[in-house]
């Protein structure tokens, strides 16, 4: 017989973004977890940046620890956007905008301060975070799950969370359970579903003359865009996202040497920056730099009984967006919401393994349509900036100029009707803005673009057409600015 249980256990495998979130999240709920991370660092130096947007400060604000994050940004306020040849395509306050509507600045910084934040933030709970700890293997039973670690330590759960990014090996555990009861059709179908066409080289400079802290910048080519950003002190957090030869499956998407890394790089030493800037100023005085292949899934399974998937082992994007780590501390969010509903529901009776299936299934089928939304605007964006289509061409280099607020408006939808943790009020900056939380509005709702918009982003040819009206009716003339 099922055995009943008062209260649950949830192993978190990962303390990263989407792991220690989840942690914050349950701990303001009571609910009792553990936090499996392999690294023995909890926040490694590996010269990454994060931006967090709306959609994440939000909840990390619920949280209490987003002025933490106020006190190590340098809130953005402007973007400009520059064609190969250096020059503007426009320039805008989008960002400040951004900050106005929803009440948060667009705040970017080192990756390793954002897991240095939350897991200070921790307190004592830090005591349930262990380091060191590489999970290898996970037991399903029908009454509890246990995770091995490969220290040999095992431990005992009611649900373990695999939040372990994109080589999830709690997805690997869940696949072999799934085999081992007759799925493997469903596991067949998942094992295919990761790829890569982009690759990114990302990196982190010293101050470079002429950046001027709290701009961005973006440059469109044919495939290749770029992103730089000047950050609090004026360190550079910058960004070289490039078109390889093919799409490559999961298997063999390939790994970039440092030698690889600096021969690319040479390649794009002249292009803009900005009119004035060269690509090679912010490389050569790079802190650090990573080349990495983007990869690109949204798995349709992210639970089978105890298993259960967040952050990039559920839905993996490409970075252009800045979506992937808010979009894995809205999935933390919304796990966290489900679980507290299972707790508070179960007050008299204990919580069986039916109890869990029917939670962690509520929970995907909630949270997956914003979530594949994101996802898809997301890796959209990379193939817009990268001219990757005549379509994306004409809008990147021609049609942006002249749709400023429907750029502006297509960030407002996916940040407005965001996830939100559900038993701690919203706080004042939430809602001191112009465009609140709603959590029934933004994506996955159809666009609400003007026909034309539409056709352009739809239709090369009307495109082509209308992109021309609007070329000709312009007094500026839009070749003439390009
Ligand atoms: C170049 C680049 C730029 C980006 N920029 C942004 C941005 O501006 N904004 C944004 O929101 N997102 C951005 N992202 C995406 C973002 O970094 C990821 O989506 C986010 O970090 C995912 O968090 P995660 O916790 O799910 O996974 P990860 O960050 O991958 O963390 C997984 C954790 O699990 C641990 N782990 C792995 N295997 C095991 C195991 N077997 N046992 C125990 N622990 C294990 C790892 O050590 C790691 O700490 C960017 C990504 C890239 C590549």
Same mark, same amino acid.
């Given at each position: 017989m099922e055995n009943k249980e008062k209260k649950i256990r949830v192993v978190i495998v990962g303390g990263s973004v989407a792991g220690l979130t989840l942690a914050h999240c349950l701990g303001k709920s009571n609910i009792e977890y553990v936090v499996l991370e392999s690294?023995?660092? /909890?926040? $490694?130096? @590996?010269g990454a940046s994060i931006g967090i947007l709306t959609n994440g400060a939000r909840i990390l604000d619920q949280l209490g620890i987003f002025d933490d994050i106020l006190d190590v940004i340098e809130p953005l306020v402007k973007a400009t956007f520059w064609a190969e040849n250096g020059k503007l395509i426009m320039e805008n306050e989008s960002p400040q905008i951004i900050h106005d509507r929803h009440g948060y600045p667009i705040s970017f910084f080192d990756r390793q301060v954002l897991l240095e934040i939350l897991y200070n933030r921790l307190g004592e709970n830090q005591d349930r975070v262990y380091t060191g700890k590489r999970v290898v293997k996970v037991e399903h039973l029908p009454n509890k799950v246990l995770v091995h670690c490969k220290d040999q330590s095992v431990i005992e759960g009611d649900i373990v969370v695999g939040?372990?990014? @994109?080589?999830?090996t709690v997805r690997q555990e869940m696949w072999r359970y799934m085999e081992s009861i007759g799925m493997e059709k469903e596991v067949k179908e998942e094992k295919g579903i990761l790829s890569s066409e982009y690759s990114c080289v990302f990196g982190i400079s010293a101050a470079t003359l002429g950046l001027v802290p709290g701009y961005c910048h973006r440059t469109y080519e044919k495939d290749y865009s770029s992103l730089t950003i000047a950050g609090k002190d004026s360190r550079v957090f910058w960004f070289l996202f490039t078109k390889m030869d093919r799409v490559y499956a999961g298997s063999e998407i390939p790994r970039f040497s440092d030698e690889d890394m600096e021969k690319h790089l040479a390649q794009y030493s002249?292009?803009? /920056?900005?009119?004035? /800037? $060269?690509?090679s100023a912010i490389y050569q005085s790079a802190v650090s730099k990573t080349f990495l292949a983007l990869e690109e899934g949204f798995h349709?399974?992210?639970?089978m009984d105890r298993f259960v998937c967040i952050g990039d082992s559920a839905h993996k994007m490409t970075p252009n967006m800045g979506q992937g780590g808010n979009s894995a501390i809205e999935s933390a969010a919304s796990l966290a919401n489900h679980l507290t509903q299972l707790v508070r529901n179960s007050s008299n009776g204990g919580i069986t393994l039916e109890d869990v299936k029917n939670c962690l299934n509520k929970f995907q089928t909630a949270r997956q349509p914003r979530a594949e939304g994101i996802y898809t605007k997301a890796n959209a964006l990379t193939r817009l900036e990268a001219c990757a289509t005549l379509k994306n061409r004409l809008m990147a280099l021609h049609a942006l100029p002249y749709l400023k607020s429907y750029h502006i408006d297509r960030m407002t939808k996916t940040l407005v009707g965001a996830e939100r943790l559900e038993y701690i009020p919203l706080p004042p900056r939430a809602s001191n803005?112009?465009? $609140? #939380?709603?959590?029934?509005?933004? #994506? $996955?709702?159809k666009d609400k673009e003007t026909p034309w918009i539409r056709a352009i982003s739809t239709t090369p040819l009307i495109g082509c057409a209308m992109a021309a009206k609007s070329f000709m009716g312009s007094t500026m003339g839009a070749f003439g600015r390009i």
């Open positions: 690294n023995c660092d /909890i926040a $490694p130096e @590996v939040a372990d990014g @994109v080589r999830s002249e292009k803009p /920056i900005t009119d004035t /800037i $060269p690509f349709k399974k992210w639970c803005c112009t465009m $609140p #939380l709603h959590t029934q509005s933004g #994506l $996955p709702e």
